[in-house]
């Protein structure tokens, strides 16, 4: 594919394999009688993945967005009949950013949470990678990754100019686009085979002072390190959603995470401008397992009458002050993600994290909340 450069750029790295796609979603807003319960919307902190797996599903939001805007842009230079497609890169480096980064991080996977770990890291001085399956998930990575940094510039959230953070953008859909980034963080569907797989390509590329980390909100981190050849350089890094307004990152510890590395990981969230929490890993961590028992009670309650969908979230909402209910999380999460969630904690840590029929039974009728129109709530055009 033949894609006209915006600006002039070094040439890309060799072609290799291509990375996750991405899901789509929309923003929301409540309506008149549930405005009160949604007001702290925007600092919900609900982990994004895509899909979980049958046993091993562990996440705390819903999909990721992809911006369905063309890009036309191609490397400068890019070598001749590459498959993939690398946009706006510079030649990337190892190292330490002036600001307490690496200064060239990569994502793996560019849906709605991939690029706000990229469009983070990017603020704080990265040059920021994002590795997609192929061309057409990578212009959609590209586009939404621009469509932040203005919308930071037109904020003020950054000295820096458009141009500026521009320069530093690359999207590509050869995972040797990744082998100069001192950090990688993976982003890609909630699938244990598939985020093994592309771990496992990605160490290949990488050199032997990189740090690699997942954005797994469950899964097991000493599972997936043990498909690396390098354990001790592996760590979970678990971002929430939205990123640029959560100020939580839960750094998962791994049996062989070095000391190091998480020192190192704890730095990395403070110069994005977000409060680290280290945890062993175990079955959801410390957030996912607590969001997730509080949501699934939140259900039965719904089922033995105690109160309505919207009274029990406004329990939460105004009596403990949570930014959003439990309830109306779980729509914006998608429910077939909650029961995917709930059987895999119900199958590692007991009966308590069990699935409420009626979450059984809703999914079961294809009410899996906002994305498809109706879960706990009702939705319109991606309201309440």
Do not use: W
């Given at each position: 594919m033949s894609i006209p450069a915006r600006t002039p750029h070094p040439a890309a790295p060799a072609p290799a394999a291509p990375a996750a796609p991405a899901a789509t979603t929309t923003t929301t807003s409540a309506s008149a009688k549930t405005a009160e319960i949604s007001r702290g919307r925007g600092v919900i902190a609900a982990t994004v993945t895509e899909s979980p797996t049958k046993s091993q599903a562990a996440v705390t939001a819903g999909e990721a967005e992809a911006v369905a805007t063309a890009v036309d842009a191609k490397p400068a230079g890019a070598a001749?009949?590459?498959?993939?497609?690398?946009?706006?890169?510079?030649?990337?480096?190892?190292?330490?950013?002036?600001?307490?980064?690496?200064?060239?991080?990569?994502?793996?996977?560019?849906?709605?949470m991939g690029v706000?770990?990229?469009?983070?890291?990017?603020?704080?001085?990265?040059?920021?990678?994002?590795?997609e399956r192929d061309e057409?998930?990578?212009?959609?990575?590209?586009?939404?990754?621009?469509?932040?940094?203005?919308?930071?510039?037109?904020?003020g959230s950054t000295t820096e100019t458009e141009t500026a953070l521009r320069e530093r953008i690359?999207?590509?859909?050869?995972?040797a686009g990744l082998a100069g980034a001192g950090l990688v963080v993976e982003a890609v569907p909630e699938d244990a085979a598939l985020k093994t797989t592309m771990l496992q390509r990605v160490e290949a590329v990488l050199g032997p002072d990189a740090w690699l980390a997942s954005n797994t909100s469950s899964l097991s981190i000493d599972n997936l390190a043990a498909s690396l050849s390098r354990p001790e350089r592996f760590?979970?890094?678990?971002?929430?959603?939205?990123?640029?307004?959560?100020?939580?990152?839960?750094?998962?510890r791994g049996a062989a995470s070095t000391p190091a590395l998480i020192d190192a990981a704890q730095g990395w969230v403070a110069a994005i401008g977000k409060t680290p929490i280290t945890v062993k890993n175990s079955p959801g961590f410390a957030s996912s397992r607590l969001g997730v028992v509080i949501a699934l009670?939140?259900?039965?309650?719904?089922?033995?009458?105690?109160?309505?969908?919207?009274?029990?979230?406004?329990?939460?909402?105004?009596?403990?002050?949570?930014?959003?209910?439990?309830?109306?999380?779980?729509?914006?999460?998608?429910?077939?993600?909650?029961?995917?969630?709930?059987?895999?904690?119900?199958?590692?840590?007991?009966?308590?994290f069990a699935s409420p029929e009626v979450?059984?039974?809703?999914?079961?009728?294809?009410?899996?909340?906002?994305?498809?129109?109706?879960g706990f709530f009702v939705w319109a055009d991606g309201e309440v």
């Open positions: 001749t009949g590459a498959p993939g497609v690398l946009l706006a890169v510079e030649a990337p480096t190892s190292g330490r950013g002036g600001r307490g980064v690496p200064d060239v991080v990569g994502v793996l996977g560019g849906g709605r706000g770990i990229a469009h983070a890291f990017l603020l704080a001085g990265a040059r920021a990678i994002i590795l057409t998930t990578a212009e959609h990575a590209h586009a939404a990754l621009e469509t932040a940094v203005r919308r930071s510039v037109e904020r690359a999207v590509t859909a050869d995972v760590c979970g890094l678990h971002f929430f959603n939205p990123v640029p307004a959560s100020t939580l990152v839960e750094i998962v009670e939140a259900m039965r309650m719904l089922e033995e009458g105690v109160a309505s969908a919207e009274d029990i979230d406004a329990a939460m909402v105004l009596g403990y002050k949570f930014p959003v209910g439990p309830l109306r999380l779980t729509d914006l999460v998608g429910l077939d993600v909650r029961l995917g969630i709930s059987d895999y904690l119900a199958s590692t840590l007991g009966d308590r979450l059984r039974q809703k999914v079961a009728e294809g009410k899996l909340g906002r994305k498809s129109g109706e």
